[in-house]
């Protein structure tokens, strides 16, 4: 399934990133594309806190890596931009929590052979004075999130 939902400001945004926080589950991956400033960390940030239930300071992984959050069920947020080898990504652990955690993945594309057969793909970009969300997929959760953001 394919979807273009549009996020007219910030608030949109941040309220899909609530949505996606209480429809994923353990095991799910989601693949978050677009240039620099598309607004990847800017969802990622409002998923997590709403999925801890509390406000915390979420910062871009852009030079840890990965930060990993403890939610009911472990979030593992990834920025892989500074990554120049897919075999890095093994050194970071990623395979492993995509059996079990809900991983957010910014530049999807470093992840190589790694990247997961079942992950949903949420391609950002700059429409206008907001952005346009591409989402593709076979997650359960794809038709509500039609309905919710139609």
């Known amino acids: 399934m394919i979807l273009t939902i549009a996020l007219p400001?910030?608030?949109?945004?941040?309220r899909l990133g609530?949505?996606?926080?209480g429809h994923l589950q353990g095991g799910e991956t989601l693949l978050l594309e677009g240039p620099i400033g598309a607004g990847k960390s800017h969802l990622a940030?409002?998923?997590i806190r709403a999925r801890l239930g509390r406000w915390e300071d979420v910062p871009s992984?852009?030079?840890?890596?990965?930060?990993?959050y403890q939610a009911d069920v472990e979030i593992w947020h990834a920025?892989?931009?500074?990554?120049?080898?897919?075999?890095?990504?093994?050194?970071?652990?990623?395979?492993?929590?995509?059996?079990?955690?809900?991983?957010?993945?910014e530049w999807?594309?470093?992840?190589?052979?790694?990247?997961?057969?079942?992950?949903v793909r949420?391609?950002?970009r700059a429409e206008g004075e907001g952005r346009l969300a591409l989402v593709t997929g076979d997650?359960?959760?794809?038709a509500d999130l039609a309905q919710e953001f139609a």
């Open 61 to 68: 992984p852009t030079f840890t890596l990965v930060q990993v």
């Open 79 to 105: 920025d892989l931009y500074r990554l120049t080898h897919p075999d890095e990504v093994l050194e970071l652990g990623l395979e492993d929590a995509f059996g079990h955690a809900i991983c957010l993945v």
């Open 108 to 119: 999807p594309d470093r992840l190589g052979s790694a990247l997961p057969e079942q992950a």
């Open 139 to 142: 997650a359960p959760w794809m």
């Open 45 to 47: 940030r409002a998923l």
């Open 18 to 21: 609530v949505w996606l926080a």
């Open 122 to 124: 949420i391609a950002l």
């Open 9 to 14: 400001d910030e608030e949109a945004t941040a």
